[in-house]
T-cell receptor, first 116, second 117 residues
């Protein structure tokens, strides 16, 4: 799996957009970018993933640069509940058609603190 | 639609005892993954199982640890002769088989916090 680089911590004011960067300069053509978060000791929560196009869902937006060497997770209107460690992970989608999703290799992530 | 269930949520064992951690995947999911999170550290993959098969155990310690996912019942992570260094949060995740909207995702349970005295 390609390695990712994230800032160890970030702060953001409540109600503002939180932009979390991730560098993955060695990403391969068949590797996706995934984002998970872990809210204080809970199990990690899937947020979003993408291959090369920008993606948006009810939780966040994912912006992937054209060369795919970096990406940004955007939480458009951060709330206090978004305080968590955010993990950027790159990996191939599946091991095979009838096999499960590939294991996740977590780095240290970014500790995002939303301030009132 | 119940999520991934793990029990117990908290487990206390004395050194040398055995610990059994259970994981029931989401309905319709046939793939289970176990991860460990040591205090103040990130999550580390341990093992990936399908029903009655271990697919990838590259993250499992060589001794004392074993995992199974029987045809019927939950997946079990078993730690024999626990030591203080086994104290950690153990998370289970599951993913569905086949092509569905969420087939690339892993859904995590709330974890079991093991404390070894």
């Amino acid at each position: 799996d390609a390695k990712t680089t994230q800032p160890p911590s970030m702060d953001c004011a409540e109600g503002r957009a939180a932009n979390l960067p991730c560098n993955h300069s060695t990403i391969s053509g068949n590797e996706y970018v995934y984002w998970y978060r872990q809210i204080h000791s809970q199990g990690p929560q899937y947020i979003i993933h993408g291959l090369k196009n920008n993606e948006t869902n009810e939780m966040a937006s994912l912006i992937i640069t054209e060369d795919r060497k970096s990406s940004t997770l955007i939480l458009p209107h951060a709330t206090l509940r978004d305080t968590a460690v955010y993990y950027c992970i790159v990996r191939v989608a599946r091991l095979g058609e009838f096999q499960g999703a590939q294991k996740l290799v977590f780095g240290q992530g970014t500790r995002l603190t939303i301030n009132p | 639609n119940a999520g991934v269930m793990q029990n117990p949520r908290h487990l206390v064992r004395r050194r040398g005892q055995e610990a059994r951690l259970r994981c029931s995947p989401m309905k319709g999911h046939s793939h289970v993954y176990w991860y460990r999170q040591l205090p103040e550290e990130g999550l580390k993959f341990m093992v990936y199982l399908q029903k009655e098969n271990i697919i990838d155990e590259s993250g499992m310690p060589k001794e004392r640890f074993s995992a199974e996912f029987p045809k019927e019942g939950p997946s079990i992570l078993r730690i024999q002769q626990v030591v203080r260094g086994d104290s950690a949060a153990y998370f289970c995740a599951s993913s569905p088989l086949g092509r569905s909207r969420s087939y690339n995702e892993q859904f995590f349970g709330p974890g079991t916090r093991l404390t070894v005295l």
